[in-house]
């Protein structure tokens, strides 16, 4: 055996012993609400295409468009020659859709993060960040040279404590960064709290709105728009990959912030740009949206039928707020029975388990669309609830 896959494999070898190791379901279909996994025909319950716009047919025409209009690829990074006038459109019609000076595209939402936030602050600057952060934000505080502060969950009281005790050491920048809506519990951060601390203590404020856009505020327009916070918040950051349906990461601000971050961030200047399929179809996302209210209209609707129901059988689904909806079981176990036992049943949603969330609160994370009949709705709840009694999970 080779020196790297010795000590791969005895890696790999601990996680499969603490069942920790992650298992690749593979789709044999397009991501649809009733998708083909691991050769199984199953209900999706668990994709971030909260819309179902991965599938849409303006989406798909624009892709094929741009394909034999542009070609596959870009042929170059965006600072040399892969800057078409796709992404300039893509980036403009995203500004104008968040009510934002500018945009930049990212390849990636984990990208915009890890590119961003090592930027924004450096030696002598403190980045606060919210306890549940999501990773790609804790690996762009790790690449800083900036201290970093912890505030506990959504708690405003300790935000306040952290600024407090930030005061007594004259750090140059200050930045609150939060997830808009928090992946594992659905829930959303307390913006207007968040900027009235920023604005006493002079800080400033990035928001990562990867589940919010497409979900929150008029038309999928993000948190921003959904407190009515526009102008208030300096950096707005989010994804193609979820709402929108297609990939790429993004960030939403000033002209100037724009100008900015297209000279200092790494993982803009140093990768190649997306091909044409990709950016036509981003931008497609923004015009489905913006012209056609009913699709987050719907997805709410389904949430909140979704939710309702799941609560009424007995299932503690935390402080979700979103779409995103965590059936919380408590032990692992238990949590991977359930999700194994609701795909027996023909329903995909995967388990949640520690180290994402604490040891207790494990719970499989179930995810609305928009694309979900009631029919479909119905069918996931029975199923739930069958697995659920057998699991004496509820009674
Ligand atoms: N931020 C949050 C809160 C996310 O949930 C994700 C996706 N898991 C990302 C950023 C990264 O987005 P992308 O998939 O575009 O890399």
Redesign the pocket.
Same mark, same amino acid.
């Given at each position: 055996m080779s020196k790297m896959d010795e000590f791969m494999g005895a890696e790999v070898k601990r996680l499969k012993e603490a069942d920790l190791d992650w298992k690749i379901h593979v789709l044999g279909s397009a991501s649809l609400p009733h998708s083909v996994v691991d050769g199984k025909q199953v209900l999706m319950l668990c994709s971030?295409n909260y819309l179902g716009l991965s599938n849409h047919p303006k989406l798909k025409k624009a892709a094929i468009d741009a394909v034999e209009k542009y070609g596959a690829g870009s042929g170059s990074v965006r600072a040399i020659a892969g800057t078409m006038k796709l992404h300039i459109d893509c980036e403009k019609t995203l500004a104008n859709f968040k009510g934002t000076e500018a945009a930049l595209l *990212?390849?990636?939402?984990?990208?915009?993060?890890s590119g961003m936030i090592p930027q924004i602050a450096g030696e002598g600057d403190l980045i606060i960040s919210d306890e549940l952060?999501?990773?790609?934000?804790i690996d762009g505080v790790r690449l800083t040279k900036a201290e970093r502060g912890i505030y506990k969950h959504k708690n405003m009281e300790d935000l306040r404590r952290v600024l407090e005790e930030a005061k007594k050491k004259n750090y140059g920048k200050i930045w609150i960064i939060t997830?808009?809506?928090?992946?594992m519990d659905g829930d959303i951060a307390p913006m207007p709290g968040i900027v009235k601390l920023a604005q006493e203590y002079g800080a400033m404020t990035y928001v990562?709105?990867?589940?919010g856009d497409g979900v929150l505020g008029r038309n999928g327009r993000g948190i921003v728009d959904h407190f009515g916070l526009h102008g208030k918040v300096d950096i707005e950051?989010g994804? *193609?990959?979820?709402a929108f349906g297609v990939?790429?990461?993004f960030i939403c601000g000033s002209a100037t912030m724009r100008e900015y971050a297209l000279n200092k961030a790494r993982t803009f200047l140093l990768t190649g740009s997306h091909p044409p399929a990709v950016v036509a179809a981003c931008k497609a996302a923004i015009e489905v949206l913006d012209e056609d209210p009913s699709i987050v209209k719907k997805l709410w609707e389904n949430t909140k039928y979704f939710k309702g129901k799941l609560k009424t059988m007995g299932f503690n689904t935390g402080e979700s707020e979103t779409p995103i909806t965590p059936i919380i079981v408590g032990e692992s176990s238990k949590a991977q029975k359930l999700s194994l036992m609701l795909f027996n049943e023909g329903v995909f949603a995967l388990p949640i388990i520690f180290p994402m969330v604490a040891k207790d609160k494990a719970r499989i994370r179930t995810q609305v669309s928009a694309a979900l009949t009631k029919g479909d709705l119905d069918f996931a709840l029975e199923k739930t609830e069958k697995c659920g009694k057998e699991l004496k999970i509820i009674n």
């Open positions: 971030n *990212f390849q990636t939402g984990f990208m915009a993060n952060n999501h990773g790609s934000i997830d808009g809506v928090f992946s990562d709105d990867a589940h950051m994804t *193609f990959s979820k990939v790429g990461g």
